[in-house]
């Protein structure tokens, strides 16, 4: 294995999860979760992420499927981009390996929201490259969203970690040969990465 190019996802693993959202604007706004979770997620999710529609089309959708008002989308578009942060050690740990490995995300998130976050903690600074589903048209758990980021940045397969925390799309990609680590937490993240010869 030559020196490898180490992917790392967003929601869950470099950023905390903003699924609670669901639940606060469930009481918020006197529906059922599954309600709200439905509309923002899903089919609409899945067509905003890998670029068929755009950030107002899926706030549209949003809004109608919630039957919102103007100001109570954009109060939940906001809600929901805040809401996460940086998980515990994560933002120091991928500084130390960006001293000497490369270290790109690898993400299916939405544009709108990756923006927020560019504005709000400069990831373009944090990370050597960036992969989203819109770049690639494809979302997880598809492992063409890999296959595509590993190939626009010119690596085998088999020279990358990939590290998520969903079993489901890191099961497709290591059938392709690359090396995945289940993400629980920061620490536990350093010491599979050392396992795999990574130097930190």
């Known amino acids: 294995m030559n020196k490898p190019v180490i992917f790392i996802d967003f929601g869950g693993v470099y950023f905390t ?12 706004f006197g529906m059922p979760k599954k309600r709200v979770r439905s509309a923002m997620s899903g089919t609409n999710w899945l067509n905003h992420s890998i670029g068929k529609c755009s950030e107002a089309e899926y706030w549209k959708n949003v809004a109608v499927s919630l039957d919102l008002s103007d100001m109570q989308a954009k109060q939940l578009r906001n809600a929901l981009y805040a809401y996460s942060k940086p998980q515990k050690g994560m933002a120091s740990l991928i500084r130390r390996i960006k001293k000497k490995y490369k270290v790109a995300v690898l993400s299916d998130n939405i544009c709108g929201w990756v923006g927020f976050l560019e504005k709000k903690y400069k990831i373009s600074n944090e990370f050597h490259d960036q992969h ?12 063409n969203l890999f ?10 397969h088999s020279d990358c970690i990939v590290v998520d925390n969903d079993r489901v799309f890191l099961s497709g990609v290591k059938k392709t040969g ?12 350093e010491s599979r990465l050392r396992k795999y010869g990574v130097e930190i």
Not at 132 to 143: A, E, Q, T
Not at 178 to 189: E, G, P, Q, S, T
């Open 17 to 28: 999860r903003a699924t609670p959202i669901y639940g606060i604007y469930s009481r918020k």
């Open 178 to 189: 690359a090396r995945v680590v289940l993400f629980k937490d920061a620490k536990n993240l």
């Open 132 to 143: 989203y589903s819109y770049h690639h048209g494809f979302g997880k758990p598809n492992v």
């Open 147 to 156: 296959k595509r980021a590993a190939n626009r940045m010119n690596v085998k």
